[in-house]
C-alpha cells in the first residue's frame, strides 16, 4: 500500500519549480501505473511561455469519471539560506514535514493517490478515476490544465465531477472547502497631458490630478455589497507611477495599474463597462486616457450539491466537522475545470503555503488521505459516513 507521507517526501524532493518539471510527474506517473492507470504525458507549447510537461492518468473506462486534479509545479524556494533545513529535502521535524511544495499541494497529490490505492484494494469501483496533474498552475497557467481540458474535449473523454487538491483550509484541516472563486482582472491606466512649467500651469495639462481624481472615483464608489455565496467585490490600487523626478515640471503622462476581485453578480465585460462609464467621468473635460485590461478568471460557483455534500459526509466521519462552503481566496485552475463539470476545492492547510518553511502536519495528510477515501467511497456508492 502507498505511504502517502513517503510519497509527499519523494515528490517534495523533486525540484519542480515552475515548469521545470523536477521528476515530480515521472514519479506520479510511475506510482500511477502501478495502480493500473493509463497515463498520457502531454508537452504543450506556446511561442510566448515556456513548454509544459502534464500528466492526464485514468482508471477505467466507463462513467462517471471522477477526477482529482492539481499541480506538482511549486514557486520558487526564495533565499535557501533563509529556511531551517533544504527546501527539497522533505524533513519531517516536530510533526511537521517541511519542504516547498508541502503544503502546495504535493502532499494533498499523495494523499489522494494514497486513498485510490486504499479504495482499489477493496474491489473495483463503477466508473473511473482520473488524475489531471499540470507543472503550469504557479505560472502563466497557458500551457497547463486549460490545454489538457481542451485536449480531453477533441478526444471526446469527459469528467464528471473534480476535486482540486489546493490547500484550503486556513486553520485547521476539514474547515473549509471552497465552492467558487471570485473573479480576477487588472486595469492598466495610462493619463496623457501636456508637459509644462509648475509656475504656469495654464500652459499644460497636469495628468496626474486627472489620474488622482479618476482612482479616487474608483476606490470610493461601491461595486455590490455581495452575494449569496460571496462576499462584497473589492477594487484595489497597487501602483501609481509617473516617473518625475523634477519638481518644477508638470509631466506629460501618468500610469496607475489596479485589480479587481468580483463576485457572480459580475462579469469582466461589465466591469469593463463600468470602469469606461466612471473614468469617462472622472478624468473631466478635455482628458484624454488608455485603458487596457487582462482577465486571470471570471467568478465561477458550484452551487451546492452531490460533490460538496459527500466532502462534507467525509470530514463529518472523519474528523468531525462540517467544513464551510466558501468561495474567498484568490484564483486557481478551477476556473478552467468549471466549464466541464462540477468542481470543490479541497486540500491541507495553506497558512505556509508560498512562505519560508513551507510545511504540512504528518497527521494531516494521513487524515486527508482517510477524508479523500472516504469521498471517492462516498461519490461511487453514496455512502461515506
Known sequence: MIDPVELARD?????????VEGGALDLLQKTLETMGFTCHRLVFSDENTPDVDNLYARLGD?????????????????????????????DIRDGGLYGRGASDMKGAIAS????????????????????LITGDEEGPSINGTKKVLGWLQERGEALDACIVGEPTNPERL?????????????????????????????LADNPAHRIVAMMNALTTKSLDDGSDHFQASTLQISTIDIGNTATNVIPAEARATFNIRFNDLHSSDSLSEWLKTVLDEAIGEGGE???????????????????????????????????????????SDARFIKDYCPVVEFGLVGQTMHKIDERADVADIVRLTDIYEAIITGYFTGNSE
Not at 178 to 185: D, E, L, N, T, V
Open 11 to 19: 515528490l517534495i524532493q523533486c525540484p519542480s519549480v515552475t515548469p
Open 62 to 90: 466507463q462513467g462517471p469519471n471522477f477526477c482529482f486534479a492539481g499541480h506538482t509545479d511549486v514557486v520558487p524556494t526564495g533565499p535557501v539560506e533563509a529556511w531551517s533545513a533544504d527546501p527539497f529535502a522533505a
Open 112 to 131: 489522494f493517490a494514497a486513498a485510490v490505492d486504499r479504495v482499489l484494494a477493496k474491489g473495483p469501483i463503477d466508473g473511473s478515476i482520473s488524475f
Open 174 to 202: 476539514g474547515e473549509m472547502m471552497k465552492i467558487g472563486r471570485r473573479g480576477s482582472m487588472n486595469g492598466f491606466l495610462t493619463v496623457k497631458g501636456v508637459q509644462g512649467h509648475t509656475a504656469y500651469p495654464h
Open 289 to 331: 486616457y488608455t485603458l487596457d485590461i487582462s482577465v486571470s478568471g471570471e467568478s465561477f460557483l458550484t452551487p451546492p450539491g452531490k460533490l460538496s455534500d459527500v466532502i462534507s459526509a467525509a470530514c463529518r466521519s472523519v474528523l468531525q466537522l462540517e467544513p464551510d462552503l466558501s468561495t474567498t481566496g484568490g484564483t
